[in-house]
Structure formats: C-alpha cells, structure tokens
C-alpha cells in the first residue's frame, strides 16, 4: 500500500508543479501530494508493525534502518518541492 501511496504522491507533486507552471490553481495538488507523502509513511509505518507483530526481527534489522533514512530524505524533497510554488509567489510579490 505504501508503494501505491507513494507513485501516487510523486504524480501529485509533479501536477501541482505544472499547474504552477501553467499559472492555475495548484494549491488542491499540493495538499494532495502532501496529503498522500504522510499517508505513505503512515503506511510503512503499518508495514513496520506487522512485523514487530509477527516477531520478523529479520525484516526488521534488514529493511527499516535503510527506509528510516530513505523515508526521512523523500518525505523533506515532497514538502519542498510541493512548497516551491509557494515561495516562488512569495519572491514574485516582493
């Protein structure tokens, strides 16, 4: 599910950032990207606790110190670039 949550994410980013660019609305793409960004990490987050459930200390000790890194990186490049349009209005007023 985290899979889906996170191509849907990217796809959401990347309209938000070409309607910016086409100078629509875009502010409905960009709760949609961050939305999705923390519903995927919710969703890894499950993954996680399904193996602590299952007592998977394998998986565990194999998969969540690389995705605890990878998650944290991909999680800071969503809010920016879902926030670039944001900054670049705030310049252009100035």
Not at 46 to 51: F, G, I, T
Not at 59 to 85: C, E, G, K, Q, R
Request: charged content about 15%; aromatic content about 12%; cysteine-free.
């Amino acid at each position: 599910m985290w899979f889906i949550f996170g191509l849907a994410a990217i796809a959401a980013t990347g309209v938000n950032l070409y309607l910016y660019s086409t100078g629509k609305d875009y502010k409905l793409a960009m709760a949609a990207g961050l939305s999705l960004t923390a519903l995927t990490v919710a969703a890894d987050y499950s993954m996680v606790a399904d193996w602590v459930r299952a007592e998977d200390w394998s998986a565990l000790s194999d998969v969540v110190p690389i995705m605890s890194i990878v998650l944290w990186i991909l999680t800071v490049i969503s809010i920016l670039l879902n926030a670039t349009p944001i900054f670049l209005e705030f310049k252009r007023k100035k």
